[in-house]
């Protein structure tokens, strides 16, 4: 009996012993293979991440486009008020027939709800579409809208409630002064700012290059804290001035360089 005690226990120390082995081998197998998946992934970096190539993030937009899969289709909701659905359509669904040409897009407009759905495989063309009709809903007439095909030009929404809060008379008298005596105060800061401006429901929409855009809005923030008319078309005046000078000067530049280049060559 004391035999057979001591044989098991022996049994019982070897097998622990042997699990201890292999569960050591196993853990140095595991360790070489994760040595060697760092060796490997090391070898894999051919480039610096602090030194990433210029063109490499120039060209993230359209490689993500040129890799996407052949005819995947993606799609964008838009909901847009109620007001606005017979201009986004158009007579006859002129303008929307437009916006799908231009744009390589196909609308389907919710007449009941004010739901858009954009849909289609060119995600730049989608995004164009987008814009368009975001512009049509804040109030832009289409043909206006439109100029947001052109390169650079760009569309930005301030809200007047950040301003006002939701108080209807504040909101009221915001919008008036930037709307000023029949619209005298809008059509200025266009002028000096070369966009498009469009005062709807509780928003303020500017449309044009984005510098313009951005001396636009700081001219609209401006009246919305309560800065006086005329001051505020001074300093857009100066900054008109301003960028001419430094168009002209970038003109001279280029031109300077252009009879250097000349002179070099004969």
Not at 173 to 201: H, M
Request: charged share 35%; glycine share 6%; net charge neutral.
């Amino acid at each position: 009996m004391a035999k057979s005690k001591k044989s098991a226990k022996k049994t019982g120390k070897k097998v622990k012993t042997d699990l201890a082995e292999e569960a050591k081998k196993e853990a140095k197998e595991k360790i070489g293979k994760k040595i060697k998946n760092l060796e490997d992934a090391s070898e894999d970096i051919d480039e610096d991440p602090g030194e990433i190539k210029e063109d490499s993030l120039k060209n993230n937009a359209k490689e993500s486009i040129d890799t996407q899969p052949e005819g995947m289709e993606f799609v964008q909701e838009l909901k847009i008020p109620m007001d606005r659905i017979a201009v986004l359509i158009g007579k006859e669904g002129k303008i929307k027939r437009e916006i799908e040409e231009f744009t390589h897009c196909r609308l389907s407009v919710d007449s009941e709800e004010g739901n858009v759905m954009i849909k289609g495989a060119d995600t730049i063309g989608m995004l164009s579409a987008r814009e368009i009709i975001k512009a049509i809903s804040r109030g832009f007439n289409p043909d206006t809208a439109m100029l947001l095909l052109k390169n650079d030009y760009v569309l930005e929404i301030v809200s007047i409630q950040d301003y006002a809060g939701k108080a209807k008379n504040r909101i009221a008298r915001l919008k008036g002064r930037v709307i000023g005596s029949e619209g005298r105060s809008r059509r200025t800061i266009e002028a000096l700012t070369e966009t498009n401006i469009c005062v709807y429901g509780k928003t303020v929409a500017i449309l044009g290059y984005p510098e313009n855009v951005s001396t636009a809005r700081r001219a609209i923030e401006s009246l919305f804290a309560g800065s006086e008319h005329a001051t505020v078309y001074k300093w857009l005046e100066r900054k008109r001035r301003e960028a001419k000078m430094s168009e002209i000067s970038a003109n001279q530049i280029e031109n300077i360089k252009r009879i250097d280049s000349e002179d070099e060559s004969n």
